[in-house]
T-cell receptor, first 112, second 112 residues
Framework: KAGVTQTPRYLIKTRGQQVTLSCSPI?????VSWYQQTPGQGLQFLFE???????NKGNFPGRFSGRQFSNSRSEMNVSTLELGDSALYLC???????????FGQGTRLTVV | GENVEQHPSTLSVQEGDSAVIKCTYSDSASNYFPWYKQELGKGPQLIIDIRSNVGEKKDQRIAVTLNKTAKHFSLHITETQPEDSAVYFC???????????FGTGTRLKVLA
C-alpha cells in the first residue's frame, strides 16, 4: 500500500509569490491534515479536511488556505509569501475515527 | 490554550542504556497520545501510541505510559541502539479530529 505522497519535495519561491502544495493520502483515507515545521516553532497544525470539508483550522493568517477534492487529495496554498513561511510542510492522512495518522515526507519550501 | 510540554530537548545515552522522554498535556479532552520518530530529511514516523483507557503499552524495546490524572505520558526505550538516534515528538489529540498538538521534540543521540 502506498504511503502519503507529497509533491513537490522541494520548492524555492520569491517573496510575494504564491505556492500550491499537493498531498495524496493513503488509499481509503478520508482525512488529510497539514502541519508546518520550523526550527523555532516546531510542528504546528494548519488545518484538517475530512470528506472535502474543513474540520479544524489552526492559528495561521488567511494567506494560508487549503482544500480537499472528492478523491481525498488535498492542496494547500500560501499567497503573498514571506521569508518566515520557509518551512517543511507536512501532510498526514487517516481513515477517520479514533485511528492513527500517517505523515508524508514533506515539502521543503524556501522563500528568498 | 492547548499545549504539550516535552522534556528533555536533547538526550545522549550510551548504546544499550535506556532513554526516557516525558510529556505533559493541558487539554483534558485529549484521549490519544502518539509518539513519532523523525529522521533527517524524512517525515515523522509513528512508533507507538496509547489511548486514554490504557495506562501502559509495550512494543518490543519501546513502551509508553500514561497518567491521566497528572496529564503525563512518557516514552521508554530500552537497550538503545545507534539507529534509535533521531528526533522524537510526543503529541496529544482530542476525539473526532486529527488535529495534533505536538511537543517541541527531543533529539536523542545513542553513542556507540
Amino acid at each position: 500500500k502506498a504511503g502519503v505522497t507529497q509533491t513537490p519535495r522541494y520548492l524555492i519561491k520569491t517573496r510575494g509569490q504564491q505556492v500550491t502544495l499537493s498531498c495524496s493520502p493513503i488509499s481509503g483515507h478520508r482525512s488529510v491534515s497539514w502541519y508546518q515545521q520550523t526550527p523555532g516553532q516546531g510542528l504546528q497544525f494548519l488545518f484538517e479536511y475530512f470528506s472535502e470539508t474543513q474540520r479544524n483550522k489552526g492559528n495561521f493568517p488567511g494567506r494560508f488556505s487549503g482544500r480537499q477534492f472528492s478523491n481525498s487529495r488535498s492542496e494547500m496554498n500560501v499567497s503573498t509569501l514571506e521569508l518566515g513561511d520557509s518551512a517543511l510542510y507536512l501532510c498526514a492522512s487517516g481513515p477517520g475515527g479514533n485511528t492513527e495518522a500517517f505523515f508524508g515526507q514533506g515539502t521543503r519550501l524556501t522563500v528568498v | 490554550g492547548e499545549n504539550v510540554e516535552q522534556h528533555p530537548s536533547t538526550l545522549s545515552v550510551q548504546e544499550g542504556d535506556s532513554a526516557v522522554i516525558k510529556c505533559t498535556y493541558s487539554d483534558s479532552a485529549s484521549n490519544y497520545f502518539p509518539w513519532y520518530k523523525q529522521e533527517l530529511g524524512k517525515g515523522p514516523q509513528l512508533i507507538i501510541d496509547i489511548r486514554s483507557n490504557v495506562g501502559e503499552k509495550k512494543d518490543q524495546r519501546i513502551a509508553v505510559t500514561l497518567n491521566k490524572t497528572a496529564k503525563h505520558f512518557s516514552l521508554h526505550i530500552t537497550e538503545t541502539q545507534p539507529e534509535d538516534s533521531a528526533v522524537y515528538f510526543c503529541a496529544a489529540r482530542a476525539p473526532g479530529t486529527y488535529k495534533y498538538i505536538f511537543g517541541t521534540g527531543t533529539r536523542l543521540k545513542v553513542l556507540a
